[in-house]
């Protein structure tokens, strides 16, 4: 089968397409023909060896799919062959054919193709986890999301947005926050023009968010601790800005900020019960039409190159998909 290879963790450009066997499904294992592949700033990660799975060399990178269940292990009884499915795998999506565990193979959606599957699981459950599990967001909440025209931001608009939340954004240009505002933002911030903690006092009436969803990172993260509420909740999504911040406990103490890390590819391990729970509510919220994926690029595998670059420059909206 058709697949990228990695054969050496030194990066995404090291990566080459060739070819390698089908694999069978194990006990408890579904073989998934794969129709579209999301694309990670994680897969970045581990293709140069800095992610928290390193999977022995060589490899197939890729984290999340969509396709056609063709086989079933022993013990399988929840999925059966021809079955449309969206799944999260630990590596292997960037291939004609991926091995998933049963526990992380769901139904798709009502309404949605595989395009727009294929980059749903994770940036989709992602949020949903974030806001819900860790941030407990409440109707009528101020939400202020970082990034929010990227993969996993513009995701965490929509969810607050039906979570009854007032959802303000911050993104790079005129035209990344218009996509916000299209996804039910109430406002938008262009960090690259505008000053963030004065525009969210301002659109606050001086109080300042009452969650912020942090996917960026860096100055982001250092104007949302001067940008929030009193007991406001800020949650770490990852680092896309490429500082990590050091975070000054002296602010979170004055005015009793909890800063959260959330990390949600380690649930599958340890909570598979709250990520069947939380795709449940999620496939509702599609389909009442209050999630619409927004896809950036959709590309042929054998333009990973240009998948991975637009990702890395932050110049995709929504998801980057390949199509194996």
């Not at 694309?39 to 197939?60: E, I, R, W």
């Amino acid at each position: 089968m058709r697949a990228l290879i990695c054969e050496q963790p030194e990066g995404f450009e090291s990566l080459r397409l060739g070819d390698m066997p089908i694999p069978a499904p194990g006990p408890g294992e579904v073989l998934v023909e794969v129709k579209a592949a999301g694309l990670n700033f994680a897969d970045s990660l581990m293709c140069a060896g800095k992610y928290q799975v390193k999977p022995p060399v060589p490899f197939v990178p890729g984290l999340e799919l969509a396709g056609m269940v063709t086989a079933l292990g022993q013990g399988v009884d929840t999925l059966k062959p021809g079955q449309r499915v969206m799944a999260v795998v630990d590596h292997g999506a960037f291939a004609a054919s991926a091995l998933c565990k049963a526990a992380d193979v769901f139904p798709i959606p009502e309404g949605l193709g595989f395009q727009q599957a294929a980059g749903f699981p994770i940036a989709y459950g992602t949020s949903y986890g974030a806001l819900v599990w860790k941030a407990r967001l409440q109707p009528g909440e101020t939400l202020l999301v970082h990034g929010a025209a990227g993969g996993v931001g513009l995701t965490a608009v929509e969810i607050g947005k039906a979570l009854g939340a007032r959802v303000i954004a911050t993104a790079g240009g005129p035209d990344k926050c218009a996509i916000a505002l299209a996804h039910g933002a109430e406002a938008a911030i262009d960090y690259k023009a505008e000053d963030i903690r004065e525009r969210v006092k301002a659109l606050t009436g001086g109080k300042g968010a009452d969650v912020v969803y942090d996917p960026v990172g860096g100055d982001v993260f250092d104007a949302s601790l001067r940008a929030v509420n009193w007991n406001a909740r800020i949650v770490i999504i990852g680092f896309a800005g490429g500082r990590v911040p050091a975070i000054p406990a002296n602010i979170l103490l004055v005015k009793n900020v909890d800063a959260l890390g959330f990390y949600w590819g380690s649930y599958r391990q340890h909570r598979p019960d709250l990520l069947a729970a939380g795709f449940a509510a999620l496939s509702g919220m599609a389909a009442a039409g209050q999630l619409r994926p927004h896809i950036s690029e959709i590309l042929p595998l054998a333009a990973w190159h240009q998948g991975f670059e637009t990702l890395l420059s932050r110049r995709a909206t929504g998801k980057i998909v390949f199509e194996p």
